[in-house]
């Protein structure tokens, strides 16, 4: 299973070449990796963060840019899980036109679990583990541009 | 005396109409606050906030646009002080093409003193009073449109 | 009638202080303009621009910030016109916590009808003033702050 | 030969864990790819894209994030080249805290050269692969984190 969301590609998120400016991309993946925490798995981030302490601050990413998204845009974009480790979550993204179609741009994202008052390393909650099993990705399945 | 610091309008502040994203242009006026801050002041905002729990938050801003910025001009920010009050200061921000071009757009923008640790309004500290009063402008003086 | 719209506020649209940077808060009155035009009005701000060649560009605004915002928090936008003028329309936007609470931030913005090709001014088309009337807030209906 | 440019890392570019939020450290490393053309290869990026109609939009990219950024830091974009193709660069940038120090966060970005009016690829002209060969980096010399 995989998780996505829908968003409107925004009137200020838009370089001088008349295109998104990829560190926008970007943030849109991190946008699709906040709504999941809210709508897949039922604890906003903000409240993992602040109240449970734990953090997954990206260490290390992977992206491509296949296709320009443009302004008017509403992109779909998806989530899967491609590595599960003892601290660690390998995050899958791609952006899509319509919800089935090749992918626009892709990112995989490593990140570390951290206690967010020490910003040090801590294992991942069983908890949390479960759940993020729910969503594994094979890499035969993170799709690919064209 | 007024303050300027010169910045390169960049390639990802742009908006699908080709030009400056007008939120961008704010906060283009808070870079100059926090230049002024390191450059006039010579105590860097962020040590200000952190170190002597000093803030200026906004509380109310006016602007006016008169003319499209675009990627690749590298306009002069301009900062003066309109008002000085017992715990508040209105700041005067304005866009140049060339140092003593008319404006491009300019902002009036109304901060209080506040505790950082509480985030309630204080007292501002005379040192900086005084420092302030060094910067302040009269109504005249900050420039109009066409 | 106004237009209302949710949002997540996001987790890269904070500042130093650890709460909503506010040219992130016109950023989000923008947004909400622009759902304006795709859910309540039909037709998307990108095709207005591109096929109609018609643009409403900010001139002047006014905003106030009554009380923080921060992650986590999924504030409601509102929108309303306060005032329509042959070639202009100031647009009322605030944003709340519930949908009926009272304003965390709110601003005027007005706009000018140009031609997206020439970027001057031109009459605001019939069509769309008389959808825009539908939208009419009387200032009374503006909420002020605390 | 490597280029560097510093940067004061602002108050608004900071996410609800109080440090740097990346997709911002990949907006500095694009600003400091800007400052390259104004600064060393002496035509601004926007005359380049506009006047010659050549633009280096990125393929894909790789980046890692070794230690936080955060706002009151002052520091330094370091860029060179790591390859060199007939129609493609691939860059290297790092941040550093002082001139020579370990790498905060380092990203290499592969480019293709394309015409801005059919964003088509294009051959590299050698006007600009002479002067990209001034900053060539070897794999050995692209810092790693701790």
Redesign the interface.
Known sequence: MTFRTRF?Y???D??????A????L??YF??AF??WW?DALGR????L??EDKL?L?????????FA?V???DEPWVHLGVLRLGTSSVEFGFWMTKAKEAAPLCRARVLTAAVD?ET?KKRKLPEVWREKFEGFLLSEADFPRGR
């Open positions: 409107r925004r009137f200020g838009i370089d001088d070449a008349g295109i400016y990829y560190p926008k970007l943030h991190h946008c906040e709504d809210s906003p981030y903000a409240l963060m602040h953090g601050p990206a260490v290390k990413l992977e992206a491509e840019f320009p443009r302004y008017g967010m910003m």
